[in-house]
Nanobody, 126 residues
Framework: QVQLFESGGGLVQAGGSLRLSCAAS????????VAWLRQAPGKEREFAAA????????YYADSVKGRFTIYRDNNKNTGYLQMDSLKPEDTALYYC???????????????????WGQGTQVTVSS
């Protein structure tokens, strides 16, 4: 089974940028759709973005559309979330998740994702 390891979180001022990475080990990374989800204290886990196995299809939540970019490098077994124009409301624990899929239709239900990383904290100060 695939194992996922997030990195790149930290403290940044509003308007700043961060790039999160999701390094995968195990079966070929190209067998999986990948998503980034986030959970703020006292709130439910929510989708931020997702990408199909090939990178050809992408999904963004309305709250991050135009500011976040999801992409992947299957040769490096790594997924990425570039976060620009960060806002204090983006503060959350960010998780990388994967599910076996060779479809160009992206799963957008969190419970459909089988494998999860440990999370990386993103804090945006005002």
């Amino acid at each position: 089974q695939v194992q996922l390891f997030e990195s790149g979180g930290g403290l940044v001022q509003a308007g700043g940028s961060l790039r999160l990475s999701c390094a995968a080990s195990g079966p070929p990374f190209s067998n999986y759709a990948v998503a980034w989800l986030r959970q703020a204290p006292g709130k439910e886990r929510e989708f931020a973005a997702a990408i199909s196995w090939s990178g050809g299809s992408k999904y963004y939540a309305d709250s991050v559309k135009g500011r976040f970019t999801i992409y992947r490098d299957n040769n490096k077994n790594t997924g990425y979330l570039q976060m620009d124009s960060l806002k204090p409301e983006d503060t959350a624990l960010y998780y990388c998740a994967a599910t076996p899929s060779r479809s160009h239709t992206i799963p957008v239900v969190p419970t459909w994702y089988t494998y999860w990383g440990q999370g990386t904290q993103v804090t945006v100060s005002s």
